[in-house]
């Protein structure tokens, strides 16, 4: 299984390269990811609400260079809804969020490559476990794209931990365990990043 040191061109970082204007790779992994959030614009390509627990699609429009793919398509996966607790296995009814994903990753089109990129929460403050931990889930969430027919050396997982939240930590500060864990919910998640071989048409 690949690693979160990988650093080839073909790699985790080689793809962001790609995806990102070239500035952002001197970036750390939590920079680069805020970068995207903030500088890019995001098209929402589901224009009806679609119910808590389907899998939100984006692409992002990026200047890349000549010859190379204009987008990635991007998929925020959930873990609560797709983990046991404190665990990379799947529970059960993960399926009911992964299949609606598969199916918006075959219809964005086309992949060059494909990266996930597990994300944990800051409960417990222990670095070295929460990489192990979200690495292993995007493992688990590679392991299942591939099952669902998507080429292995396309796919790379990496595990950020808790550098990268959705949700900066210090908002949930002083409050009750069980209310941190509720709070910190947005950072416990997988994304999954699809380079297009063809940008996708936003009309």
């Known amino acids: 299984m690949p690693d979160s040191k990988r650093t080839d061109d073909g790699g985790a970082y080689g793809f962001l390269q790609k995806v990102l204007p070239a500035a952002a ?114 493992q688990a969430i590679q392991s299942y794209v591939e099952s669902a027919g998507f080429a292995h050396d396309k796919i790379e997982a990496i595990g950020v931990g808790d550098r990268a939240p959705a949700k900066a930590s210090v908002q949930c500060d002083g409050l009750s365990l069980d209310k941190k864990i509720a709070c910190e919910a947005p950072n416990r998640r997988v994304e999954i990043w699809l380079r297009l071989a063809h940008a996708p048409d936003h009309a």
């Open 25 to 138: 790779p001197a970036l750390v992994i939590a920079s680069v990811l805020l970068f995207i959030a903030i500088l890019f614009p995001v098209l929402e390509y589901a224009s009806r609400a679609a119910p808590p627990a389907q899998p939100t699609v984006v692409y992002v429009d990026a200047a890349i260079g000549p010859g190379l793919p204009q987008a990635a398509a991007h998929i925020v996966l959930p873990s609560d809804s797709l983990f046991e607790f404190n665990s990379a296995k799947l529970t059960e009814d993960s399926a009911k969020l992964l299949q609606p994903a598969i199916s918006e990753m075959r219809k964005a089109g086309d992949a060059d490559s494909i990266l996930v990129i597990g994300h944990s929460d800051s409960i417990g403050g222990q670095s070295s476990y929460n990489d192990k931990l979200s690495l292993e889930r995007a």
